[in-house]
């Protein structure tokens, strides 16, 4: 008896693994079924919507254009006549008009049921780079973006000393930069006038020559606090009656501040230093 209870034991053991394995099988079967149900079914709807004519791109909008114009963006954007809305691929676009120098960022948006949006992001170009023969715009990152050509009309501070082998700008290139868009933003700065060329020496520091005829020597760092010392002295020498001329102040010292006076710099022989105080 205790045999017989034993063998139909093990039978009823097997027979519950075969129905939970059969239970099992059936269960995933359905699933996979139902999953190639829904695919097919979401890529006939998606054939379906492609295919209509309610989804055809009857409007394409450009915006935050500066510099480029519409066309610009179009002529490189790809986008075929009469495209559908749903089959546009918004990375190939993306990617074909950011290959322009001008582009910075781009997002491409879709309005239902038949208005592209592109919405450009340009970069702005803060200062010209000298690099051998040529100038180059260069934008508030340090990125050097485009050549300048004959037609191109700018007016911007020139940048000197600066290598465009480097793949990593220097921190005193950055706080240049940074400078440079503090003051032009800022009518604090009305003082200095137009800032007309920069020269970055990352041993010396920045020196800095603007339209009212101050050649400054900034050194390496705190260049702000220095310009707001700058505004002090420029006062102290109204005061004195010596402000008027050509002045080359060197801030570059925290502890003192040496000012070079000259009425006519172009007359002046090599070498020749003019007066000097310190103040």
Same mark, same amino acid.
């Given at each position: 008896?205790?045999?017989?209870?034993?063998?139909? !034991?093990?039978?009823? *053991?097997?027979? *519950?693994?075969?129905?939970?394995?059969?239970?099992?099988?059936? +269960?995933?079967?359905?699933?996979?079924?139902?999953?190639?149900?829904?695919?097919?079914?979401?890529?006939?709807?998606?054939?379906?919507?492609?295919?209509?004519?309610?989804?055809?791109?009857?409007?394409?909008?450009?915006?935050?254009?500066?510099?480029?114009?519409?066309?610009?963006?179009?002529?490189?954007?790809?986008?075929?006549?009469?495209?559908?809305?749903?089959?546009?691929? +918004?990375?190939?676009?993306?990617? *074909?008009?950011?290959?322009?120098?001008?582009?910075? @960022?781009? $997002?491409?948006?879709?309005?239902?049921?038949?208005?592209?949006?592109?919405?450009?992001?340009?970069?702005?170009?803060?200062?010209?780079?000298?690099?051998?023969?040529?100038?180059?715009?260069?934008?508030?990152?340090?990125?050097?973006?485009?050549?300048?050509?004959?037609?191109?009309?700018?007016?911007?501070?020139?940048? +000197?000393?600066? =290598?465009?082998?480097?793949?990593?700008?220097?921190?005193?290139?950055?706080? !240049?930069?940074?400078?440079?868009?503090?003051?032009?933003?800022? @009518?604090? $700065?009305?003082?200095?006038?137009?800032?007309?060329?920069?020269?970055? =020496?990352?041993?010396?520091?920045? @020196?800095?020559?603007? @339209? +009212?005829?101050?050649?400054?020597?900034?050194?390496?760092?705190?260049?702000?606090?220095?310009?707001?010392?700058?505004?002090?002295?420029?006062?102290?020498?109204?005061?004195?009656?010596?402000?008027?001329? $050509?002045?080359?102040?060197?801030?570059?010292?925290?502890?003192?501040?040496?000012?070079?006076?000259?009425?006519?710099?172009?007359?002046?022989?090599?070498?020749?230093?003019?007066?000097? $105080?310190?103040?």
């Amino acid at each position: 008896m205790l045999r017989k209870s034993g063998l139909k !034991t093990k039978k009823n *053991r097997i027979r *519950r693994r075969f129905s939970n394995i059969s239970g099992d099988f059936f +269960t995933a079967t359905g699933l996979l079924l139902a999953a190639v149900f829904l695919s097919s079914l979401f890529i006939y709807a998606y054939n379906f919507l492609i295919s209509r004519p309610y989804f055809q791109i009857k409007e394409i909008s450009v915006r935050g254009l500066r510099e480029l114009t519409e066309k610009d963006v179009l002529a490189t954007a790809g986008i075929k006549p009469a495209q559908n809305l749903l089959a546009i691929n +918004t990375d190939a676009v993306i990617r *074909r008009v950011s290959a322009n120098q001008w582009v910075e @960022s781009i $997002y491409v948006g879709r309005e239902l049921p038949n208005k592209l949006v592109l919405e450009v992001k340009e970069r702005t170009p803060l200062a010209l780079v000298k690099q051998d023969n040529d100038f180059c715009l260069m934008d508030a990152e340090g990125f050097m973006f485009k050549k300048l050509g004959k037609s191109d009309e700018v007016d911007l501070p020139i940048i +000197t000393g600066v =290598d465009e082998k480097e793949e990593i700008k220097s921190q005193l290139l950055l706080c !240049t930069l940074n400078l440079l868009k503090n003051v032009s933003k800022s @009518s604090q $700065y009305a003082y200095l006038g137009t800032v007309s060329e920069v020269h970055v =020496d990352n041993v010396f520091g920045l @020196s800095l020559i603007s @339209s +009212t005829g101050l050649y400054l020597k900034l050194g390496t760092a705190d260049f702000e606090n220095k310009l707001k010392q700058l505004k002090l002295v420029l006062a102290d020498l109204e005061n004195r009656g010596m402000k008027n001329g $050509y002045l080359c102040i060197d801030l570059s010292d925290d502890a003192k501040v040496t000012v070079q006076h000259k009425n006519v710099p172009d007359r002046k022989e090599p070498g020749s230093k003019g007066k000097q $105080y310190l103040i």
